[in-house]
């Protein structure tokens, strides 16, 4: 079976979608493949792009922060997006781009890791995995389909909004005891 690295490279060289265009690093993501909880945002920002690593800008603060607070540990969780190039001026990644990208990239780092529960981050991680499920519908719960999903808040909306950054920890916390006792939550 192939490994992360290999995807990851694959990943640092793509084409595939017109993303590739603008980008300064691709970011395929990072964690050991034997992580049991993966996070899956929405795309790489300035900060990101800029360094070629997930959740490292603003919203990445935020995010470390929730982590630590919920007792989960960063690097045991592999951290990852629907797409890993930056979509120009921070625009949302359109429907085919999304498309190539899960299909070319991420499906295939899921497979590697196959983790016991992966955590989609906002509204568009959430459609992009789950097909026509609005994020209001499942957030804060365990949906199973081909794998065990848990939607929630993406860190950047909890940064804007005090009241959803108190939802996004008490869903890291669920996260944390459900997964308690056994990696990568400690
Ligand atoms: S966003 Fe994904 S599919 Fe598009 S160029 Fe980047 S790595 Fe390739």
Redesign the pocket.
Known sequence: MVDLPTIAQE?GV???????EG?HH?VPGEGPADARLMFVGEAPGRQEDATGRPFCGAAGKVFDDLLHEAGIARDRTFITSI???RPPHNRL?HQP?IA??VG??LMRQITVIAPAVICLLGALATRSLLGATRLADVRGRFVRRDRLYFPTFHPAAAARNPAWRHTLAADLRTLFETLAGHPPVR
Do not use: S, W, Y
Request: positive net charge; hydrophobic residues 25%; proline residues 11%.
């Open positions: 990943i793509c084409t595939r979608c017109p993303l590739h980008r691709a797409v890993k190039c990644p781009e190539t990208c070319a990239h």
